[in-house]
């Protein structure tokens, strides 16, 4: 079974430019999670879809992120402008019904 | 605020060593307790615990909770190399529609040979 991918994994760009963050879940899991770890930080939650709604989306820094998940199946998370700031690991994860939430290798993000 | 507090922030051990890794939250309406491995990229599952007292067991890693006392360990017997990562401690609140993960900070263990 394929795991959690996420594309592309590792993004250089200058502040003001917009970027595109792809996650592919599981196969069947309709819970998506977005997270991300700023240097030296912990991990910390951004948003959840289930299928394609948006069940929690507190985490969210403002509204230069939007992050959607029509049809239900893959994730974007685009960030626009970007901001010195926002450099970090974006991790995505999904799951079934339970509270296991299986993740992808992340991407990084560097905001010059 | 809800917080998940883990220590050591960082361990070094020689292989053959037993270490623990400790976990402590503090979260309101708290449901369940987790830990990952995370070594290059992907923090891998290793435990999802609920019930205290109960030790969850994989091989030479264990975790038991202690919901009385709002802490939970994971404890690696007979270390090996490849068992250098940073291991992640998380929690989920009840009570809500999202099972959203509060991390720590995270452990980095590294085994030396």
């Known amino acids: 079974e394929a795991g959690v991918t996420q594309f592309p994994s590792h993004s250089v760009i200058e502040k003001g430019q917009t970027v595109t963050l792809r996650c592919d879940p599981i196969?069947?899991?309709?819970?998506l999670y977005w997270y991300r770890r700023v240097m030296g930080k912990e991990i910390k939650f951004l948003l959840h879809?289930?299928?394609?709604?948006?069940?929690?989306e507190s985490g969210m820094p403002n509204n230069r992120f939007l992050a959607e998940r029509t049809g239900g199946t893959y994730s974007t998370l685009k960030v626009q402008p970007a901001e010195l700031e926002d450099s970090g690991v974006y991790f995505c994860a999904s799951s079934p019904r339970t509270d296991t939430q299986y993740f992808g290798p992340g991407t990084r993000l560097t905001v010059l | 605020e809800d917080k998940v507090v883990q220590s050591p922030l960082s361990l070094v051990v020689h292989e053959g060593d037993t270490v623990t890794l400790n976990c402590s939250y503090e979260?309101?309406?708290?449901?369940?307790l987790l830990w990952y491995k995370q070594e290059k990229k992907a923090p891998t599952f290793l435990f999802m615990l609920?019930?205290?007292?109960i030790e969850k067991k994989s091989g030479r890693l264990s975790s038991i909770l202690d919901k009385k006392e709002l802490f939970s360990i994971l404890n690696i017997t007979a270390t090996q190399t490849g068992d250098s990562a940073v291991y992640l401690c998380?929690?989920?609140?009840?009570?809500?529609?999202?099972?959203?993960?509060?991390f720590g900070t995270g452990t980095l263990l590294a085994v030396q040979p």
């Open positions: 609920t019930s205290s007292g």
């Open positions: 998380a929690s989920t609140r009840g009570g809500g529609a999202t099972n959203k993960l509060i």
């Open positions: 979260v309101t309406n708290f449901r369940s």
């Open positions: 879809f289930v299928k394609e709604s948006k069940q929690d």
């Open positions: 196969s069947g899991h309709d819970n």
